[in-house]
């Protein structure tokens, strides 16, 4: 019986030890810490699922409190509420504080902003003092989606200033910061109100805290733009960057050569940045991960080694199905398709669909994938002899192909391609750019007609099986960037090559509006402010705002910085919207690249008009970018017309004087417009000597 009873007592001491011994984590907020909205919040919430992840060594309790704000003028304050005095009672040895959306509020931010920091400050004082021992982590905002009523009027804006506040808070008072924004901004379809994350948002913020307070980021990890075979920008600083675990150091080298080291933030990111280097390869990368006190240089844990590395030239090929039209369906197929394993300075990283956009309706395994911003799948880089070369972009392989067979020997090509069939310029353009500078194409979307009507239909018939209300789409405004263009934010480029427009040609207008903001978007993720754009203008079709669009586009080109076009209008089918003569195409944007990129001194675009003057019954247009005019096929200039103060258009006849070109018509006798391949299929022909052509335009 002694024996029983000291038993008894020696497992109670035991198990009492082991339960003071567990970490104490308090998770601190308001309704999104609480799990407010989640069905089955006790199993759901985001503590419960942190203590999950975290295990028995820890204690994880939830002190959210819905509708709780930091201000303290509100009758919500969160120290006036019985979770605060619970969280003190607590005494925790990790502190997660996620307050501040309710702070947006209109009745507190505008009167009591500056009141936000000294209590804020004031709060992590009290936690201190409970347990002094205690550490602390403050969180940047959970998103507010663009639904949210408020967001216009001041929600947008004051999220933005809590966050930066925030930040001052955590550089301010020492303690630690956890994004809780960023992981659930791409994800709109788990914040079913725009505020508060579903059951998966929760977990996702799980996730989050538990690797920045544990530093466990899942070890060394790199990029997807990192394989065998791939290509690395040349003659710029040569980055390498991924993630690590917290504080592990890593060591990056190119074949023996050029070496250097980092260790990973609290974040998990790390950046190793080593001089530029000229072209070359093949080179071999190897990148390891070591202890954080290393002892011995055997002490690897993780090693990660890229052979058949390349320093060339790196081009992003983006766009819809025009870029996306694959080289085994184009004019020249048979002879590309023979040549291309011959290609032996070309890289593909291809980024390809799981589903083309089709009028069906897809399933739901496709669904999924696509709300978890899946839809482009990559094997990797590939060389011209291990790629399905049939399936790549057509215009891509001929762009990569010209250049290469133009540059100097030992110039390799990295062609990424992301092109998916269909899709509007505002599925390629980040959030944050939408929802600051052109908001109103964001809302109810499948309904928005500022998005053309034959996306939302296309849209709507594959996600018809779609049991979330909130079901994301490839066409929906931002989501090609965000599945599409941010996994590769931060890679060096050499330039864009673009072919997209039809999704957008029902609207010029809107469409000279969300051109500017692509490009704005593109070159702040890739960090290169003069980041060169190169894009196709729309080719002939008979479709009646053609014409309109085209020379749209001309005038985009002449207007915007670094921003050049190659003229297609000769090379369209009048019925097909997807021609088959895609080797001319990616031959005209490589002149471009060519000339603007490279420096080289040659014409690498059609006659450009520049003046227009009345002489008489006559207009007299000039021309830049030729020395001789002529016509592509040897018969009398076409597709001119002109219009007098009436406005109505006539064909008129056109000669060639030098670099001029005269256009009259019998109809007209006083004319004060002229226009040139206005047709939505036009046969026009002029060229300059080097056989390129004009392009639509209007004076």
Known sequence: MKKTIILLLLTLFVAGASAKEKTKVACVGNSVTY???????????????????????????????SSATLNSHSPMAYTKQPEYRAAMDFKADIVVIHLGLNDTDPRWWPNYSEEFIPEYRALIDSFRVAN????????????????HHRFQSGTRDWHKQVSEAIRTVAYGAGVGLIDLCTPLYNRPELLPDALHPNAEGAGILARTVYQNITGDFGGLQMPLTYSDNMVLQRDQPLVISGTANAGDKVEVKLSNNLKG???????????????????????TLTIKRVLKTLKDPKDLKDLIKYDNVWLGDVWLCSGQSNMEFMLGNCATAAQDLSEAPRQQRLHLLQMTPIAATDNVEWPQAVLDSVNTLKYLASAGWQTMQTANVARMSAVAYHFGKSLAQSLEEGVHIGLICNAVGGTPAEAWIDRWTLQWDYPQILYNWLDNDHIQGWVRGRAAKNITQATNKLQRHPYEPCYMYETGIRPLEGT???????????????????????????????????????????????????????????????????????TWMAVSTDVGDSLDVHPTRK?????????????????????????????????????????????????????????????????????????????TVRVKSAAVPRPVSVRYGWQPFTRANLVNEVGLPASTFIF
């Open 35 to 65: 799990g407010y909205g989640i069905e089955d919040r006790e199993h759901y919430s985001y503590p419960v699922q942190l203590q999950g992840m975290l295990g028995d060594g820890y204690d994880v309790r939830n002190f959210g409190r």
């Open 132 to 147: 002094p021992k205690a550490k602390i982590w403050i969180c940047l905002l959970s998103p507010i989606g663009h639904q």
């Open 261 to 283: 080291t980092a260790t990973a933030d609290c974040w998990g990111q790390w950046r190793v940045e080593l001089p530029a280097q000229p072209a070359g390869g093949p080179y």
């Open 492 to 562: 060096a480029l050499k330039g864009v090559i673009w072919y997209q427009g039809e999704s957008n040609a029902h609207n010029t207008e809107l469409h000279e509006l969300l051109f500017p903001l692509l490009e704005k978007s593109w070159r702040k993720a890739f960090a290169k402010t003069d980041l060169p754009f190169y894009f196709v203008q729309l080719s002939s079709l008979n479709r009646p705002s053609w014409p309109r669009f085209r020379n749209s586009q001309r005038l985009l080109a002449d207007r915007l910085p670094y």
């Open 583 to 659: 080797q001319q195409v990616g031959q005209r944007l490589a002149l471009q690249a060519l000339r603007h990129s490279y420096g080289r001194d040659i014409v690498s675009e059609g006659p450009k008009p520049a003046t227009m003057h009345i002489d008489g019954a006559s207009i007299v247009v000039s021309f830049d970018c030729a020395t001789t005019l002529l016509t592509s096929d040897g018969a009398p200039l076409r597709s001119f017309e002109v219009a007098g103060s009436d406005g109505l258009y006539h064909a008129a006849t056109a000669t060639v004087e030098g670099k």
